[in-house]
Protein backbone atom coordinates (compact mmCIF):
# COMPACT_ATOMS: atom_id res chain seq x y z
CA UNK A 1 0.00 0.00 0.00
CA UNK A 2 1.56 3.24 -1.10
CA UNK A 3 1.46 5.96 1.58
CA UNK A 4 -1.29 8.17 -0.10
CA UNK A 5 -4.12 4.84 -0.01
CA UNK A 6 -2.55 4.33 3.30
CA UNK A 7 -3.63 7.83 4.21
CA UNK A 8 -6.79 7.41 3.08
CA UNK A 9 -7.35 4.27 4.56
CA UNK A 10 -6.68 6.23 7.75
CA UNK A 11 -8.87 8.85 7.52
CA UNK A 12 -11.84 6.93 6.01
CA UNK A 13 -11.65 4.65 9.43
CA UNK A 14 -10.81 7.86 11.16
CA UNK A 15 -14.16 9.60 9.53
CA UNK A 16 -16.53 6.33 9.86
CA UNK A 17 -16.36 6.17 13.84
CA UNK A 18 -16.50 9.43 14.33
CA UNK A 19 -19.61 9.63 12.21
CA UNK A 20 -20.80 6.69 14.02
CA UNK A 21 -19.69 7.39 17.64
CA UNK A 22 -20.94 11.29 17.54
CA UNK A 23 -24.18 10.27 15.50
CA UNK A 24 -24.99 7.05 17.81
CA UNK A 25 -23.92 9.06 21.40
CA UNK A 26 -25.78 12.51 20.84
CA UNK A 27 -29.10 11.69 22.20
CA UNK A 28 -27.71 9.87 25.36
CA UNK A 29 -25.19 12.39 25.49
CA UNK A 30 -27.98 14.87 25.70
CA UNK A 31 -30.63 13.21 27.55
CA UNK A 32 -27.81 12.13 30.60
CA UNK A 33 -26.41 16.01 30.28
CA UNK A 34 -29.20 17.66 30.12
CA UNK A 35 -31.66 15.12 32.72
CA UNK A 36 -29.15 13.29 34.50
CA UNK A 37 -31.04 10.25 33.27
CA UNK A 38 -29.00 7.14 32.16
CA UNK A 39 -31.78 5.71 28.89
CA UNK A 40 -30.31 2.53 28.64
CA UNK A 41 -32.94 1.81 26.27
CA UNK A 42 -30.82 4.44 24.20
CA UNK A 43 -29.60 1.02 21.54
CA UNK A 44 -33.33 -0.13 21.27
CA UNK A 45 -34.35 3.43 20.67
CA UNK A 46 -32.14 3.21 17.41
CA UNK A 47 -33.19 -0.24 16.74
CA UNK A 48 -36.65 1.47 16.37
CA UNK A 49 -35.40 4.41 14.60
CA UNK A 50 -33.33 1.34 11.89
CA UNK A 51 -37.12 -0.33 11.95
CA UNK A 52 -39.43 2.33 10.76
CA UNK A 53 -37.38 3.19 8.66
CA UNK A 54 -36.84 0.27 6.73
CA UNK A 55 -39.89 -0.88 6.32
CA UNK A 56 -41.35 2.50 4.92
CA UNK A 57 -38.41 2.50 2.56
CA UNK A 58 -39.41 -0.96 1.55
CA UNK A 59 -43.51 -0.21 1.30
CA UNK A 60 -41.84 2.02 -1.38
CA UNK A 61 -40.83 5.83 0.66
CA UNK A 62 -38.44 8.29 -0.73
CA UNK A 63 -35.14 7.27 1.93
CA UNK A 64 -35.34 10.84 3.05
CA UNK A 65 -38.95 10.33 3.66
CA UNK A 66 -38.58 7.10 5.88
CA UNK A 67 -35.82 8.73 7.58
CA UNK A 68 -37.88 11.90 8.90
CA UNK A 69 -40.27 9.02 9.72
CA UNK A 70 -38.18 6.17 11.65
CA UNK A 71 -36.88 10.07 13.94
CA UNK A 72 -40.14 11.71 14.31
CA UNK A 73 -41.52 7.83 15.18
CA UNK A 74 -39.31 7.96 17.56
CA UNK A 75 -39.36 10.85 19.22
CA UNK A 76 -42.86 10.34 19.57
CA UNK A 77 -42.44 6.96 21.50
CA UNK A 78 -40.01 8.97 23.54
CA UNK A 79 -42.27 11.00 24.21
CA UNK A 80 -44.81 8.43 25.77
CA UNK A 81 -42.13 6.95 27.43
CA UNK A 82 -41.51 10.18 29.07
CA UNK A 83 -45.05 10.59 30.46
CA UNK A 84 -45.64 7.42 31.06
CA UNK A 85 -42.25 6.40 33.29
CA UNK A 86 -39.00 8.80 33.01
CA UNK A 87 -41.64 11.88 34.05
CA UNK A 88 -41.48 10.10 37.63
CA UNK A 89 -37.47 9.67 37.58
CA UNK A 90 -36.53 13.05 36.26
CA UNK A 91 -33.13 13.25 38.14
CA UNK A 92 -32.78 9.69 39.61
CA UNK A 93 -30.10 8.18 37.75
CA UNK A 94 -29.93 4.50 39.34
CA UNK A 95 -33.86 4.23 39.37
CA UNK A 96 -33.99 5.28 35.85
CA UNK A 97 -31.45 2.98 35.40
CA UNK A 98 -33.68 0.32 36.20
CA UNK A 99 -36.72 1.39 34.76
CA UNK A 100 -35.05 2.65 31.06
CA UNK A 101 -33.76 -1.52 31.11
CA UNK A 102 -37.15 -2.69 31.49
CA UNK A 103 -37.77 -0.43 28.13
CA UNK A 104 -34.93 -1.90 26.52
CA UNK A 105 -36.00 -5.04 26.98
CA UNK A 106 -39.47 -4.90 26.47
CA UNK A 107 -38.67 -3.18 23.09
CA UNK A 108 -36.00 -5.98 21.81
CA UNK A 109 -38.41 -8.74 22.70
CA UNK A 110 -41.28 -7.19 21.49
CA UNK A 111 -39.64 -6.26 18.16
CA UNK A 112 -38.62 -10.18 17.97
CA UNK A 113 -42.54 -11.01 18.28
CA UNK A 114 -43.79 -8.59 16.08
CA UNK A 115 -41.35 -8.78 13.00
CA UNK A 116 -39.27 -11.99 13.38
CA UNK A 117 -35.41 -12.72 13.76
CA UNK A 118 -34.75 -10.17 11.25
CA UNK A 119 -36.20 -7.95 7.91
CA UNK A 120 -34.61 -7.56 4.69
CA UNK A 121 -32.40 -4.56 4.71
CA UNK A 122 -32.13 -1.44 2.33
CA UNK A 123 -29.15 -1.39 -0.01
CA UNK A 124 -26.43 1.16 0.65
CA UNK A 125 -27.07 4.60 -0.97
CA UNK A 126 -24.35 6.60 -2.88
CA UNK A 127 -22.09 3.51 -4.12
CA UNK A 128 -18.16 3.82 -3.51
CA UNK A 129 -15.02 4.77 -4.39
CA UNK A 130 -11.83 3.01 -4.97
CA UNK A 131 -8.53 4.10 -3.79
CA UNK A 132 -5.67 2.05 -3.85
CA UNK A 133 -6.98 -1.64 -3.64
CA UNK A 134 -9.77 -0.81 -1.38
CA UNK A 135 -12.97 0.27 -2.14
CA UNK A 136 -14.68 2.73 0.60
CA UNK A 137 -18.61 3.56 1.16
CA UNK A 138 -18.84 6.85 -0.08
CA UNK A 139 -22.39 7.31 2.09
CA UNK A 140 -20.14 6.33 5.51
CA UNK A 141 -17.68 9.38 4.19
CA UNK A 142 -20.98 11.27 3.90
CA UNK A 143 -22.02 10.22 7.32
CA UNK A 144 -18.76 11.43 8.87
CA UNK A 145 -19.84 15.22 7.43
CA UNK A 146 -23.34 14.84 8.69
CA UNK A 147 -22.25 14.40 11.94
CA UNK A 148 -20.19 17.87 12.37
CA UNK A 149 -23.55 19.09 10.65
CA UNK A 150 -25.83 18.08 13.21
CA UNK A 151 -23.50 18.62 16.34
CA UNK A 152 -23.66 22.11 14.57
CA UNK A 153 -27.36 22.80 14.58
CA UNK A 154 -27.50 21.19 18.26
CA UNK A 155 -24.97 24.10 18.77
CA UNK A 156 -27.01 27.08 17.48
CA UNK A 157 -29.88 25.08 19.07
CA UNK A 158 -28.40 25.25 22.78
CA UNK A 159 -26.41 28.62 22.53
CA UNK A 160 -28.68 30.67 20.40
CA UNK A 161 -32.61 30.01 21.33
CA UNK A 162 -34.81 30.32 24.13
CA UNK A 163 -35.16 26.53 24.13
CA UNK A 164 -31.42 26.17 24.67
CA UNK A 165 -30.96 28.94 27.13
CA UNK A 166 -34.06 27.20 29.10
CA UNK A 167 -32.74 23.92 29.00
CA UNK A 168 -29.27 24.64 29.40
CA UNK A 169 -30.68 26.87 32.67
CA UNK A 170 -32.77 24.05 33.80
CA UNK A 171 -29.95 21.20 33.62
CA UNK A 172 -27.82 23.89 35.49
CA UNK A 173 -30.08 24.23 38.58
CA UNK A 174 -33.88 23.05 37.78
CA UNK A 175 -34.82 24.56 41.25
CA UNK A 176 -33.67 27.92 40.23
CA UNK A 177 -34.71 27.96 36.72
CA UNK A 178 -38.43 26.76 37.51
CA UNK A 179 -38.51 29.63 40.38
CA UNK A 180 -38.25 31.93 37.82
CA UNK A 181 -41.14 30.81 35.42
CA UNK A 182 -39.64 28.06 33.50
CA UNK A 183 -41.91 25.03 33.07
CA UNK A 184 -39.19 22.89 34.31
CA UNK A 185 -40.80 19.23 33.84
CA UNK A 186 -41.65 20.78 30.05
CA UNK A 187 -38.02 21.74 29.31
CA UNK A 188 -37.14 17.82 30.40
CA UNK A 189 -39.69 16.55 28.18
CA UNK A 190 -38.95 18.30 25.86
CA UNK A 191 -35.30 17.14 26.44
CA UNK A 192 -36.15 14.09 26.29
CA UNK A 193 -37.91 13.82 23.09
CA UNK A 194 -35.58 15.29 21.53
CA UNK A 195 -32.45 12.81 22.61
CA UNK A 196 -34.95 9.77 21.18
CA UNK A 197 -35.62 12.26 17.65
CA UNK A 198 -31.67 11.63 17.52
CA UNK A 199 -31.52 8.83 18.56
CA UNK A 200 -34.34 7.50 15.46
CA UNK A 201 -31.92 9.79 13.49
CA UNK A 202 -29.07 7.74 14.59
CA UNK A 203 -31.22 4.28 13.69
CA UNK A 204 -32.61 5.63 10.67
CA UNK A 205 -28.93 6.82 9.20
CA UNK A 206 -26.80 3.78 9.84
CA UNK A 207 -30.49 0.84 9.05
CA UNK A 208 -29.03 0.81 5.18
CA UNK A 209 -25.39 0.05 6.36
CA UNK A 210 -26.38 -2.85 8.75
CA UNK A 211 -28.59 -5.66 8.84
CA UNK A 212 -31.61 -5.25 10.50
CA UNK A 213 -32.08 -7.66 13.91
CA UNK A 214 -34.08 -7.11 17.04
CA UNK A 215 -30.77 -7.21 19.14
CA UNK A 216 -28.63 -4.09 16.99
CA UNK A 217 -28.82 -1.67 19.13
CA UNK A 218 -26.81 -3.37 21.98
CA UNK A 219 -23.54 -2.58 19.43
CA UNK A 220 -24.96 1.22 19.11
CA UNK A 221 -25.18 1.42 22.79
CA UNK A 222 -21.83 -0.16 24.08
CA UNK A 223 -19.86 2.16 22.08
CA UNK A 224 -22.38 5.37 22.20
CA UNK A 225 -22.40 4.92 26.27
CA UNK A 226 -18.35 4.60 26.33
CA UNK A 227 -18.30 7.75 24.15
CA UNK A 228 -20.76 9.60 26.58
CA UNK A 229 -18.63 8.05 29.87
CA UNK A 230 -15.37 9.77 28.08
CA UNK A 231 -17.05 12.81 26.72
CA UNK A 232 -18.93 13.75 30.56
CA UNK A 233 -21.48 15.69 31.25
CA UNK A 234 -21.51 18.48 28.35
CA UNK A 235 -23.38 16.73 25.94
CA UNK A 236 -21.56 19.00 22.97
CA UNK A 237 -17.99 19.84 23.75
CA UNK A 238 -17.94 16.85 25.48
CA UNK A 239 -19.06 14.07 23.04
CA UNK A 240 -17.46 16.07 20.11
CA UNK A 241 -14.08 15.37 21.71
CA UNK A 242 -14.44 12.33 22.92
CA UNK A 243 -15.61 10.79 19.61
CA UNK A 244 -12.66 12.45 17.98
CA UNK A 245 -10.04 11.05 20.35
CA UNK A 246 -11.82 7.60 20.74
CA UNK A 247 -11.60 7.50 16.92
CA UNK A 248 -8.86 8.39 16.39
CA UNK A 249 -7.28 5.11 18.32
CA UNK A 250 -10.21 3.32 16.69
CA UNK A 251 -8.92 4.33 13.00
CA UNK A 252 -5.02 3.68 13.73
CA UNK A 253 -5.91 0.54 15.18
CA UNK A 254 -8.44 -0.79 12.85
CA UNK A 255 -6.30 0.08 10.17
CA UNK A 256 -2.79 -1.78 11.11
CA UNK A 257 -4.18 -4.74 13.34
CA UNK A 258 -7.55 -4.59 11.74
CA UNK A 259 -11.42 -4.02 13.14
CA UNK A 260 -11.13 -6.13 16.66
CA UNK A 261 -8.07 -4.57 17.98
CA UNK A 262 -9.62 -1.31 16.82
CA UNK A 263 -12.46 -1.83 19.21
CA UNK A 264 -10.34 -3.23 21.97
CA UNK A 265 -8.06 -0.23 22.03
CA UNK A 266 -11.04 2.00 21.54
CA UNK A 267 -12.12 0.45 25.22
CA UNK A 268 -8.45 0.69 26.39
CA UNK A 269 -8.25 4.25 25.97
CA UNK A 270 -11.54 5.39 27.31
CA UNK A 271 -10.55 3.09 30.63
CA UNK A 272 -7.39 4.69 30.64
CA UNK A 273 -8.71 7.86 30.46
CA UNK A 274 -11.58 7.26 32.65
CA UNK A 275 -8.82 6.77 35.30
CA UNK A 276 -7.11 9.89 34.88
CA UNK A 277 -9.70 12.37 34.51
CA UNK A 278 -13.15 10.77 36.00
CA UNK A 279 -15.15 13.85 34.85
CA UNK A 280 -14.19 13.35 31.19
CA UNK A 281 -13.71 16.02 28.48
CA UNK A 282 -16.08 18.31 29.66
CA UNK A 283 -14.75 18.64 33.51
CA UNK A 284 -11.22 19.45 31.87
CA UNK A 285 -12.58 22.00 30.03
CA UNK A 286 -15.09 23.59 32.03
CA UNK A 287 -12.09 23.96 34.61
CA UNK A 288 -9.78 25.51 32.20
CA UNK A 289 -12.51 27.89 30.95
CA UNK A 290 -13.09 29.28 34.46
CA UNK A 291 -9.34 29.67 34.84
CA UNK A 292 -9.07 31.59 31.86
CA UNK A 293 -11.89 33.50 32.86
CA UNK A 294 -10.24 34.36 36.15
CA UNK A 295 -7.49 35.31 34.78
CA UNK A 296 -9.03 37.60 32.62
CA UNK A 297 -10.98 39.30 35.32
CA UNK A 298 -7.35 39.37 37.55
CA UNK A 299 -6.13 41.50 34.74
CA UNK A 300 -9.34 43.89 34.88
CA UNK A 301 -8.85 44.46 38.31
CA UNK A 302 -5.21 44.74 38.16
CA UNK A 303 -5.87 47.24 35.32
CA UNK A 304 -8.59 48.76 37.53
CA UNK A 305 -6.48 49.62 40.50
CA UNK A 306 -3.29 50.41 38.52
CA UNK B 1 -50.66 41.92 47.26
CA UNK B 2 -50.10 39.02 48.91
CA UNK B 3 -51.62 37.07 51.97
CA UNK B 4 -51.16 34.13 54.06
CA UNK B 5 -54.15 32.44 56.20
CA UNK B 6 -53.61 29.69 58.81
CA UNK B 7 -50.06 28.37 56.39
CA UNK B 8 -48.67 25.40 57.34
CA UNK B 9 -45.82 23.56 55.18
CA UNK B 10 -43.11 21.94 56.04
CA UNK B 11 -40.69 18.73 54.85
CA UNK B 12 -42.33 15.35 55.19
CA UNK B 13 -44.39 15.30 58.12
CA UNK B 14 -42.34 17.79 59.85
CA UNK B 15 -44.29 20.69 59.91
CA UNK B 16 -41.77 24.12 60.09
CA UNK B 17 -44.74 26.85 59.53
CA UNK B 18 -47.47 26.29 61.70
CA UNK B 19 -49.67 28.48 60.83
CA UNK B 20 -48.51 31.62 59.37
CA UNK B 21 -51.29 34.62 58.66
CA UNK B 22 -49.92 37.58 57.23
CA UNK B 23 -50.17 40.41 54.45
CA UNK B 24 -48.77 42.75 52.22
CA UNK B 25 -50.04 45.69 50.40
CA UNK B 26 -49.23 47.09 47.27
CA UNK B 27 -45.98 48.43 47.16
CA UNK B 28 -45.28 48.13 50.71
CA UNK B 29 -41.56 46.96 51.69
CA UNK B 30 -41.70 44.34 54.59
CA UNK B 31 -39.45 42.66 56.52
CA UNK B 32 -39.51 38.79 58.37
CA UNK B 33 -36.69 38.24 60.60
CA UNK B 34 -36.17 35.72 63.09
CA UNK B 35 -33.06 33.49 64.31
CA UNK B 36 -31.33 30.66 62.46
CA UNK B 37 -33.46 27.46 61.64
CA UNK B 38 -36.59 29.01 62.65
CA UNK B 39 -38.17 28.76 58.73
CA UNK B 40 -37.85 31.87 57.52
CA UNK B 41 -36.59 30.13 54.04
CA UNK B 42 -39.07 27.81 54.45
CA UNK B 43 -41.70 30.54 54.05
CA UNK B 44 -40.25 31.85 51.08
CA UNK B 45 -39.72 28.51 49.47
CA UNK B 46 -43.92 28.02 50.50
CA UNK B 47 -44.37 31.25 48.95
CA UNK B 48 -42.72 30.63 45.42
CA UNK B 49 -44.39 27.16 45.83
CA UNK B 50 -40.67 24.95 46.29
CA UNK B 51 -42.15 23.48 49.23
CA UNK B 52 -45.97 22.36 49.90
CA UNK B 53 -48.73 23.90 51.26
CA UNK B 54 -50.43 21.18 53.81
CA UNK B 55 -53.25 23.45 55.04
CA UNK B 56 -54.11 27.15 54.88
CA UNK B 57 -53.85 29.12 51.48
CA UNK B 58 -51.59 32.10 49.67
CA UNK B 59 -53.61 34.88 47.85
CA UNK B 60 -51.39 37.02 45.55
CA UNK B 61 -52.66 39.67 42.97
CA UNK B 62 -55.96 38.58 43.80
CA UNK B 63 -55.89 34.89 42.97
CA UNK B 64 -55.64 31.47 44.84
CA UNK B 65 -52.59 30.22 44.30
CA UNK B 66 -51.77 27.42 47.10
CA UNK B 67 -52.34 24.79 44.28
CA UNK B 68 -50.17 26.23 41.71
CA UNK B 69 -46.80 25.36 40.72
CA UNK B 70 -43.76 27.68 41.29
CA UNK B 71 -43.22 28.67 37.34
CA UNK B 72 -46.96 29.60 37.13
CA UNK B 73 -46.53 31.59 40.09
CA UNK B 74 -43.39 33.41 39.09
CA UNK B 75 -45.31 33.86 35.68
CA UNK B 76 -47.78 35.65 37.53
CA UNK B 77 -44.90 38.12 38.87
CA UNK B 78 -43.36 36.49 41.76
CA UNK B 79 -39.82 37.16 41.50
CA UNK B 80 -37.69 35.18 44.17
CA UNK B 81 -33.97 35.30 45.02
CA UNK B 82 -32.82 32.26 46.39
CA UNK B 83 -30.64 32.42 49.95
CA UNK B 84 -27.28 32.84 48.15
CA UNK B 85 -28.65 34.25 45.07
CA UNK B 86 -28.61 31.67 43.35
CA UNK B 87 -26.88 32.32 39.87
CA UNK B 88 -26.42 29.78 36.99
CA UNK B 89 -22.68 29.16 37.12
CA UNK B 90 -22.01 28.03 34.09
CA UNK B 91 -23.94 30.75 32.03
CA UNK B 92 -22.93 34.17 31.18
CA UNK B 93 -24.21 37.52 33.24
CA UNK B 94 -26.20 38.31 30.28
CA UNK B 95 -27.99 34.61 29.78
CA UNK B 96 -28.23 34.72 33.37
CA UNK B 97 -30.58 37.53 32.79
CA UNK B 98 -31.87 36.30 30.00
CA UNK B 99 -33.56 33.57 32.14
CA UNK B 100 -35.27 36.10 34.06
CA UNK B 101 -37.54 37.11 31.09
CA UNK B 102 -40.32 34.29 31.83
CA UNK B 103 -41.35 36.10 35.20
CA UNK B 104 -44.65 38.14 34.76
CA UNK B 105 -45.60 36.19 31.29
CA UNK B 106 -43.15 34.87 28.65
CA UNK B 107 -42.85 38.33 26.69
CA UNK B 108 -39.70 38.85 25.43
CA UNK B 109 -37.15 41.51 26.73
CA UNK B 110 -37.27 44.30 24.90
CA UNK B 111 -33.41 46.21 25.04
CA UNK B 112 -34.95 48.53 27.08
CA UNK B 113 -35.60 46.62 30.24
CA UNK B 114 -31.56 45.26 29.50
CA UNK B 115 -30.73 49.25 29.72
CA UNK B 116 -32.78 49.98 32.74
CA UNK B 117 -30.80 46.81 34.26
CA UNK B 118 -27.43 47.82 33.55
CA UNK B 119 -28.71 51.58 34.64
CA UNK B 120 -29.27 49.69 38.07
CA UNK B 121 -25.83 47.82 38.07
CA UNK B 122 -23.61 49.36 36.13
CA UNK B 123 -20.77 46.59 37.00
CA UNK B 124 -23.02 44.03 35.52
CA UNK B 125 -22.69 45.84 31.96
CA UNK B 126 -19.00 45.52 32.30
CA UNK B 127 -19.28 41.98 32.98
CA UNK B 128 -22.01 40.83 30.27
CA UNK B 129 -19.69 37.85 28.91
CA UNK B 130 -18.37 36.62 32.18
CA UNK B 131 -19.67 33.42 33.53
CA UNK B 132 -21.64 33.76 36.73
CA UNK B 133 -19.68 30.95 38.18
CA UNK B 134 -16.26 33.60 38.48
CA UNK B 135 -18.06 36.41 40.51
CA UNK B 136 -17.90 37.81 43.48
CA UNK B 137 -20.22 37.51 46.09
CA UNK B 138 -21.38 40.84 45.83
CA UNK B 139 -21.50 41.02 41.70
CA UNK B 140 -24.07 37.48 42.45
CA UNK B 141 -26.13 39.16 45.00
CA UNK B 142 -26.44 42.40 42.30
CA UNK B 143 -26.91 39.11 39.13
CA UNK B 144 -29.33 37.68 41.34
CA UNK B 145 -31.48 41.11 41.79
CA UNK B 146 -30.85 42.53 38.09
CA UNK B 147 -32.07 39.09 37.01
CA UNK B 148 -35.20 39.30 38.64
CA UNK B 149 -35.80 42.86 37.75
CA UNK B 150 -35.25 42.01 34.03
CA UNK B 151 -38.96 40.03 34.56
CA UNK B 152 -40.78 43.43 35.34
CA UNK B 153 -42.10 41.57 39.08
CA UNK B 154 -44.86 43.06 41.07
CA UNK B 155 -43.57 41.31 44.31
CA UNK B 156 -40.24 40.46 45.03
CA UNK B 157 -39.23 37.80 47.85
CA UNK B 158 -35.22 38.16 48.74
CA UNK B 159 -33.92 36.07 51.05
CA UNK B 160 -30.88 37.22 52.73
CA UNK B 161 -29.54 39.09 50.17
CA UNK B 162 -26.88 40.01 52.29
CA UNK B 163 -25.45 36.53 53.19
CA UNK B 164 -21.80 36.64 51.62
CA UNK B 165 -21.65 40.02 51.00
CA UNK B 166 -19.43 43.09 52.18
CA UNK B 167 -21.00 45.68 53.99
CA UNK B 168 -20.34 48.58 51.74
CA UNK B 169 -22.00 46.39 49.09
CA UNK B 170 -24.82 45.43 51.51
CA UNK B 171 -26.10 49.02 51.49
CA UNK B 172 -25.86 49.35 48.00
CA UNK B 173 -28.39 46.54 48.05
CA UNK B 174 -30.80 48.30 50.52
CA UNK B 175 -30.71 51.57 48.45
CA UNK B 176 -31.50 49.14 44.97
CA UNK B 177 -34.48 47.76 46.97
CA UNK B 178 -35.49 51.72 47.65
CA UNK B 179 -35.20 52.51 44.01
CA UNK B 180 -36.77 49.61 42.68
CA UNK B 181 -39.97 50.24 45.52
CA UNK B 182 -39.80 53.78 44.70
CA UNK B 183 -39.02 54.12 40.95
CA UNK B 184 -41.17 50.88 39.92
CA UNK B 185 -43.51 50.53 42.59
CA UNK B 186 -42.22 46.83 43.42
CA UNK B 187 -43.87 45.32 46.53
CA UNK B 188 -40.98 43.75 48.43
CA UNK B 189 -40.66 40.99 51.36
CA UNK B 190 -37.11 41.03 52.65
CA UNK B 191 -36.01 38.08 54.98
CA UNK B 192 -33.13 39.33 56.81
CA UNK B 193 -30.49 38.89 59.60
CA UNK B 194 -28.72 41.65 59.07
CA UNK B 195 -30.84 44.17 60.85
CA UNK B 196 -29.03 47.22 59.55
CA UNK B 197 -30.41 46.65 56.08
CA UNK B 198 -33.99 45.87 57.64
CA UNK B 199 -33.49 49.26 59.33
CA UNK B 200 -32.48 50.78 56.20
CA UNK B 201 -35.69 49.83 53.76
CA UNK B 202 -38.27 48.16 55.77
CA UNK B 203 -41.24 50.13 57.14
CA UNK B 204 -42.98 46.96 59.16
CA UNK B 205 -41.34 43.85 60.21
CA UNK B 206 -42.66 40.53 61.47
CA UNK B 207 -40.86 38.24 63.60
CA UNK B 208 -40.84 34.70 63.56
CA UNK B 209 -40.51 31.85 65.84
CA UNK B 210 -41.86 28.55 66.95
CA UNK B 211 -43.41 27.79 63.13
CA UNK B 212 -45.70 31.15 63.88
CA UNK B 213 -45.82 35.19 63.34
CA UNK B 214 -44.61 35.99 66.69
CA UNK B 215 -44.66 39.67 66.42
CA UNK B 216 -45.22 42.59 64.20
CA UNK B 217 -42.53 45.36 64.62
CA UNK B 218 -43.50 49.04 63.57
CA UNK B 219 -40.65 51.22 62.16
CA UNK B 220 -39.92 52.58 65.63
CA UNK B 221 -39.71 49.22 67.14
CA UNK B 222 -37.27 48.29 64.04
CA UNK B 223 -35.03 51.11 64.42
CA UNK B 224 -34.94 50.29 68.58
CA UNK B 225 -31.67 48.05 68.59
CA UNK B 226 -32.64 46.85 72.32
CA UNK B 227 -36.04 45.36 71.03
CA UNK B 228 -34.60 43.87 68.13
CA UNK B 229 -31.91 42.07 69.95
CA UNK B 230 -33.80 41.05 72.79
CA UNK B 231 -36.43 39.34 69.88
CA UNK B 232 -33.13 37.53 68.10
CA UNK B 233 -31.62 36.35 71.43
CA UNK B 234 -30.94 32.54 71.60
N1 LIG C 1 -35.05 20.29 52.56
C1 LIG C 1 -35.24 20.15 53.89
N2 LIG C 1 -35.62 18.95 54.42
C2 LIG C 1 -35.84 18.80 55.74
N3 LIG C 1 -35.71 19.80 56.63
C3 LIG C 1 -35.34 21.01 56.18
C4 LIG C 1 -35.09 21.25 54.80
N4 LIG C 1 -34.74 22.55 54.63
C5 LIG C 1 -34.77 23.09 55.87
N5 LIG C 1 -35.14 22.18 56.79
C6 LIG C 1 -35.30 22.43 58.25
O1 LIG C 1 -36.31 23.37 58.41
C7 LIG C 1 -35.98 24.27 59.46
C8 LIG C 1 -36.10 25.70 58.97
O2 LIG C 1 -35.12 25.92 57.94
P1 LIG C 1 -35.02 27.28 57.16
O3 LIG C 1 -33.98 27.10 56.11
O4 LIG C 1 -36.36 27.69 56.72
O5 LIG C 1 -34.49 28.27 58.28
P2 LIG C 1 -34.07 29.80 58.18
O6 LIG C 1 -34.92 30.51 59.15
O7 LIG C 1 -34.10 30.25 56.80
O8 LIG C 1 -32.58 29.75 58.72
P3 LIG C 1 -31.32 30.66 58.31
O9 LIG C 1 -31.45 31.90 59.08
O10 LIG C 1 -30.15 29.85 58.76
O11 LIG C 1 -31.35 30.85 56.83
C9 LIG C 1 -34.60 23.90 59.93
O12 LIG C 1 -34.73 23.16 61.12
C10 LIG C 1 -34.05 23.05 58.83
O13 LIG C 1 -33.19 22.07 59.34
MG1 LIG D 1 -32.67 30.88 55.44
Redesign the interface.
Known amino acids: MDLYSSIFNFMYLFIDSFGFLIISALGLAIIFGMMGIINLAHGEYIMLGAYITTLTAAAGMPFIIALLCGSLGVGLFGGIVDRLIIRHLYKRPLDSVVASWGVSLIMSQGMLVLMGPSIPGLSTPMGSINVGQFDYSVYRIFLGFLAIFIMIVLYVLFKKTKFGLHSRATMQNAVIARNLGINSDRMYCMTYILGSVLAGLAGALYAPTLSIVPTMGSNFMMLSFVTVVVGGADPMTGTLLSGGLLSLFNGGLSMIFGTLMGRLGLLVVAILFIRVLPEGFSGLVERQTLRVNRKKQEAISNGESN | MLKTVKLRAGYGKVMILQGVDFHIGKKEIISIIGRNGVGKSTLMKTL???VPVSSGSIEFAGKDCTKL???ER??LGMG?I?QGH?V????TVE?NL???Q???G?KQTTKKHMELVYDYFPRLKERRT??A??MSGGERAMLSIA??LI?EPSLILFDEPSEGVQPNIVELIGEIILKINADLGVTILLVEQNIGLVQQVSEKAYVIDKGLIAHELDKAMINDNETTKRLLAV
Open positions: IGEKAYAQYPGFPLLELVGCINNQRGTRIG
